[in-house]
T-cell receptor
Framework: GESVGLHLPTLSVQEGDNSIINCAYS??????FIWYKQESGKGPQFIID?????DKRQGQRVTVLLNKTVKHLSLQIAATQPGDSAVYFC???????????FGKGTKLSVKP | NAGVMQNPRHLVRRRGQEARLRCSPM?????VYWYRQLPEEGLKFMVY????????ESGMPKERFSAEFPKEGPSILRIQQVVRGDSAAYFC?????????????FGSGTRLTVV
């Protein structure tokens, strides 16, 4: 299940289950959103992106959903694998000059 | 294609010393962004540079921090007179054009520890 502790929210799932990670973004003017995966000791790795003129985009095993009405973004991972264990961040391009605004992140833990 | 290269990977400095962090963008990329990440937090934008120009430094602390991206060589993030609160992971990203929509690639970061 999902829990919010003192630090990063953590989502714990069983291997093979689907995962849903949620994110609320801040700037209604943002028109481009990205999900990143960050493994321990590494930099953020691009997973999937979506522009504001779409509400859904699919990749390999991942789907991003965008709800502009409530400024909500979600990442769905199908058939979650141990290698998916990482911290996941959403980011929006609401900053000036092309910089990204990152959310706080969700730690995904996959149990074998 | 070597990707975005950052060095050193780990840097330990005593309080009051200077820290220099280097970032070589991907080949063909002329836009560089620096971000800072505290433990268990998201990345926070610091500065955006193009060759020989600072485009946006709205996320940089007003004192002790500076950045450059010379015509030749890597981009440098410089922190003078480091304090314990500067301990963090510093990430650099590069892109071909302005902004993330043009392909934004992150390096592996430099982990700065101030003792």
């Amino acid at each position: 299940g999902e829990s919010v502790g003192l630090h990063l929210p953590t989502l714990s799932v069983q291997e093979g289950d689907n995962s849903i990670i949620n994110c609320a973004y801040s700037n209604s003017a943002s028109d481009y959103f990205i999900w990143y995966k960050q493994e321990s000791g590494k930099g953020p790795q691009f997973i999937i992106d979506i522009r504001s003129n779409m509400d859904k985009r699919q990749g390999q095993r991942v789907t991003v959903l965008l709800n502009k009405t409530v400024k909500h973004l979600s990442l769905q991972i199908a058939a979650t694998q141990p290698g998916d264990s990482a911290v996941y961040f959403c980011a929006e391009n609401g900053g000036s000059q092309g910089n990204l605004i990152f959310g706080k992140g969700t730690k995904l833990s996959v149990k074998p | 294609n070597a990707g975005v290269m950052q060095n050193p990977r780990h840097l330990v400095r005593r309080r009051g010393q200077e820290a220099r962090l280097r970032c070589s963008p991907m080949k063909g990329h002329s836009h560089v962004y620096w971000y800072r990440q505290l433990p268990e937090e998201g990345l926070k934008f610091m500065v955006y540079l193009q060759k020989e120009n600072i485009i946006d430094e709205s996320g940089m602390p007003k004192e002790r921090f500076s950045a450059e991206f010379p015509k030749e060589g890597p981009s440098i993030l410089r922190i003078q007179q480091v304090v314990r609160g500067d301990s963090a992971a510093y990430f650099c990203a590069s892109s071909q054009g302005r902004g993330a929509v043009d392909g934004y690639t992150f390096g592996s970061g430099t982990r700065l520890t101030v003792v």
